[in-house]
């Protein structure tokens, strides 16, 4: 592949075909708003089933599982959609399945089919063949998912946070005698409401704020995790084709560069904080700069929009959460735990942990048991946990450039080396997300 530093804005000549059913009769115009579908004060009189905190992939899927199951179901957002989120906008075989799986297949009808990934480096450029991927903006992702969760019957509150309130008399019995947990929202005009609810599912994200109030979660964050990046470019080098997972990875982090729907070019990055710039007279607070380097030093083309546009940050990345559920609440996404992705894993690490946890809900709203919280620990490892190894490896991998120098070179002479790992990062489920069995709760004894 050549360099082609002409510069490109946004053509929809790019597009690649849809992947879906053309004959879907789901509508796949861009969701420009959602408006909430209930206000703070009328969610207070009702007592919910279930309340979802964090409209993500993860807690809009399980949303729209639960209300389609007849649960009362409330999904609380702290923002407005559509909104941009850090990520690399990538989604894998896996995720397409999960979607598939539940009907829900129908919201990335309109993506870029992905074919191939490139990686850069000092070493040279390795390219693989990664078939079966797709690559949406997240403005339009989580807004579909979103209106698929009301469409479902979810009741819908966004531009509203969310606190879950400890139990007070809690007696640390294996059955609690209350069944309700209480959640208090807030919104911009400071009016606070308490709800009630059975269940909760904690989906808010890496900081997992909504449970800061109960002491029995705490997070370890890896010392060395890098901290994510992202911003969305209209303007950049021919170079950057659609179809493609482009990476560049050298010293101070890794930057993954994919376009999307509309043609723009999604750019993500985990990068060092040391690496960050901190005094930079810009308005990306370094991130732009750092992102820079890291593409120049594996020898991509100049991207100068990236010190113009608007940059996103995160908190470090890398990090765990115990427990992943405790008296009626469950954390799911990467409320549960997060490690750094690179095609596409962290969208199917969410939807699988929402379609897992939905059963163990609904044995939770019919009466809580302590054993569910080991349960949905062992199906969180099971169906999430155990699989973020794999990229835990590669993301300590590329923190040694001489190392992805040399790796870069023996694959491309031996293709057929990457391909286990590819097959593992892009598994597809064994079953459907779709199933009603609920794990087998036991009571010890």
Same mark, same amino acid.
Request: proline share 5%; charged share 20%; hydrophobic share 40%.
């Given at each position: ?56 992939? %993860? ?265 992943? %559920? ?120």
């Amino acid at each position: 592949m050549s360099h082609d530093d002409s510069p490109v804005q946004t053509p929809r000549s790019h597009h690649r075909q849809a992947v879906g059913d053309s004959s879907d009769t789901h509508a796949l115009a861009n969701v420009t708003a959602i408006d909430a579908t209930i206000n703070v004060s009328t969610a207070a009189s009702i007592h919910w089933d279930v309340v979802v905190i964090g409209a993500g992939p %993860a807690g809009s899927m399980a949303a729209t599982l639960m209300a389609r199951r007849g649960l009362r179901t409330l999904l609380v957002e702290r923002r407005t959609f559509p909104r941009y989120k850090v990520c690399g906008a990538c989604l894998n075989p896996l995720s397409l399945s999960l979607l598939d799986a539940v009907g829900l297949g129908h919201v990335v009808a309109d993506a870029v089919s992905l074919d191939r990934f490139c990686l850069q480096s000092r070493g040279g450029t390795l390219q693989l063949e990664l078939p079966g991927s797709v690559s949406l903006s997240r403005e339009q992702l989580d807004a579909r998912l979103a209106q698929a969760a009301i469409d479902a019957g979810a009741a819908f509150l966004s531009e509203c946070s969310a606190k879950v309130l400890p139990l007070e008399n809690a007696n640390g019995m294996g059955v609690i005698p209350t069944p309700l947990r209480e959640v208090e929202l807030k919104t911009g005009t400071d009016d606070r409401q308490a709800v009630h609810t059975a269940v909760v599912i904690a989906a808010d994200g890496l900081t997992h704020g909504c449970v800061s109030r109960l002491p029995e979660f705490s997070s370890h964050v890896v010392t060395t995790s890098r901290l994510g990046a992202g911003t969305v470019v209209e303007e950049f080098p021919a170079f950057f084709e659609p179809g493609c997972i482009y990476m560049s990875s050298a010293r101070g982090g890794y930057v993954g560069l994919v376009r999307l729907e509309d043609g723009r070019l999604n750019v993500a990055a985990a990068l060092d904080a040391s690496a960050l710039d901190t005094s930079a007279d810009d308005q990306s607070g370094g991130l732009g700069p750092a992102a820079g380097r890291v593409m120049q030093s594996a020898g991509f083309p100049e991207v100068p929009a990236l010190h113009d546009v608007e940059w996103f940050g995160t908190p470090s990345l890398t990090r765990s959460t115990r427990p992943l %559920a405790s008296r009626r609440v469950f954390l799911v996404g990467d409320a549960a735990g997060y490690v750094e992705p690179f095609t596409g894993e962290g969208i199917a690490w969410a939807l699988s942990s929402a379609a897992s946890v939905v059963p163990l809900v609904q044995l939770a709203c019919d009466r809580w048991d302590s054993m569910l919280e080991r349960v949905w620990h062992d199906e969180w490892q099971r169906n999430v946990g155990r699989h973020q190894g794999w990229c835990r490896g590669l993301a300590r991998l590329l923190r040694h450039p001489t190392a992805v120098s040399t790796l870069t070179r023996v694959v491309a002479a031996c293709p057929w080396l990457a391909q286990p790992v590819l097959s593992r990062l892009n598994r597809t489920p064994r079953r459907s997300a779709s199933r009603n069995d609920a794990p087998t709760v036991r009571k010890a004894g």
